[in-house]
């Protein structure tokens, strides 16, 4: 058990002691001069004699001792409790979340994507003591977050999951499963699940196999189907048209329950159709509550006994002492008793008008953020405005006046100048919620400026605050899109400026040289004969029959199996 301090910096500030020793001697050394200089020494000493230098060295001892004692308490002193042992029960949890195109149809509102990512996201909270894995699939599958008990993190890698987050389109759920596989513990052959949610559009056969390896490895699978048996659209994201095949034929995707069911009847687990997210996350929670769980035990130092509050504590007495102690000798006891209601008055008087000033100007920033408030919901912002200036100018450290300044600015079209309100109002805010909205309406004013970039920082930010705030997810999904889009078009632009000039280099390079000297070439007579030149012809003709055999052969052996991309 070692004693630390949780804010180090602040020790910093025990530098200003040698300073404040240095003038504490500067001031004896100037009282010496300053004696010297008055006159007759007997006569000096006489008018001073009340004065009592030990008791001023004790006022000066007792500030600097409340100093040093200040900046500990900021530094907030601590001790570990001890080695505390953690036991927890859960198991490990590995999601599969198919991402491929055909889960943006919409038989499921607003599409099957998103509402399949509402539905984990409400289990993921259910799953307190349990490990949680995440894997997205679509043509090939990919590790997006590894076991972890941060379920925070859990959510967030969960909230960006769309269907470019992996370029290769299909669904291969086969290597969705064997990635969930790597992911746990080998030595283990109990205490794991896999949670695979899809529509079923298996666009490979290997998946009954790998979940059968699974189970014999004693991980449990269960399986959610997500759609519509009847089936639905695709809109092409890029073209806002409904997605066809490679013969024109408009795209149908339709839930495959017989494939889902069959895999979680290998892996030994149940299968859910998702029709209400509250209603699925209760069936699956209850699933994996009943599944075997182990105990893990582990060494925590989390917990600190704070000491800060006694070192205030003496801080503060310290000061008080200091103001009741007299500079004067001691005398009579009315003498006495009249000096101390003197100092008493006058430390009651100063308290009092300190308060008083703290209540006015806390009074004063109350005031201007109401009248600021008023004028906002009156739409005239320009008052807004001054307003919230007048009460951050009054109280810089007031957060919710330099918040609410950057929502007037942003209406006033001062997007600039709103993102300064609310960087501002991030350094003075302490509460994780308030420093959560600020990011989040930082992102609003960014995104639509079009600084996509660090909208999308911002509202990441939010999220590592809020992991609970909905709208920060979803408005950091469109702005990745966004951006997504934007490189796109970037790209595009610069492949077409490129290309009138690759076009004019290539018929430059293809012209003849004799073209170019509007020279007219010279015909040269024929070397062939007329039946030499008949003879080529067949020969030629020959050659491609042939290969047009080889073609008709590779086609008829080509499997029927049509490529997908969704």
Known sequence: ??????????????????????????????????????????????????????????????????????????ANPRLPKGVEQVSRNG????????VSKSMLAQDVKPNRLERA??????????LSNDRVGIVVFAGRAYLQMPLTGDHGAAKMYLG??????????????????????????AK???????????????????????????????IIINTVGIGSPQGSTIMDELTNQEKKDVNGNTVITRLNEEELRSIAGKGNGSYQLFTNADELVTKLDAQLAGMDQRTVTENSL????????????????FMVAEIFISERKRVSNTQLAVGRGIQQKAFLLTVAVCM??????????????????????????????????????KNPANSTAQYNL??????????????????????????????????YNKGVVLQNNKKLPECIEAYKNALKLNPQDEDARLNLQKALQQQKEQQKKENKDKKEEKKPKDDKQQKEKDKPKDEEKNEQPKPQPSKLTKQDAEEKLKALLQQEKNLQDKLRKVNSATSAKPEKDW
């Not at 960006?160 to 513990?185: E, H, R, W």
């Not at 600021?372 to 009460?391: H, P």
């Open 356 to 393: 008083l000033s703290l209540f006015s100007n806390a009074q004063n920033d109350k005031m201007l953020i109401k009248k600021g408030n008023e004028a906002y919901e009156k739409k005239e912002y320009d008052n807004a405005v001054k307003s919230y200036q007048q009460a951050a100018s």
């Open 117 to 126: 990512k509402q539905a984990l996201g409400k289990l993921i909270d259910k």
């Open 302 to 317: 989390i917990n600190y006994k704070y000491y800060f509050p006694y070192f205030l504590i003496l801080a503060l007495l």
């Open 188 to 218: 283990e052959k109990k205490y794991k699940a896999v949670i695979l949610i899809s529509d079923g559009e298996d666009h490979d056969e290997g998946a009954l196999k790998t979940a059968g390896e699974m189970a014999e490895n004693g």
């Open 1 to 74: 058990m070692k004693f630390s301090f949780q804010h180090t910096e602040y020790l910093f500030a025990l530098a200003a002691i040698p300073v404040m020793l240095l003038l504490y001697f500067f001031v004896l050394y100037w009282k010496k001069r300053t004696i010297k200089k008055i006159g007759d020494a007997n006569l000096v000493k006489e008018m001073i004699k009340n004065h009592s230098p030990q008791k001023f060295a004790l006022k000066f001892v007792l500030v600097l001792a409340a100093f040093a004692l200040g900046a500990f308490a900021l």
């Open 160 to 185: 960006s999951a769309s269907t470019d987050i992996v370029p290769t389109q299909g669904t291969v759920i086969s290597d969705a499963l064997k990635m969930c596989y790597a992911s746990f513990n």
């Open 91 to 98: 198991i490990d949890v590995m999601i599969a979340l198919d």
């Open 406 to 439: 950057g929502n007037a600015l942003y209406k006033n079209n001062k997007t600039d100048e709103a993102v300064q309100a609310y960087d501002e109002a991030l350094t003075k805010a302490t509460s994780k919620e308030d420093r959560s909205k600020s990011y």
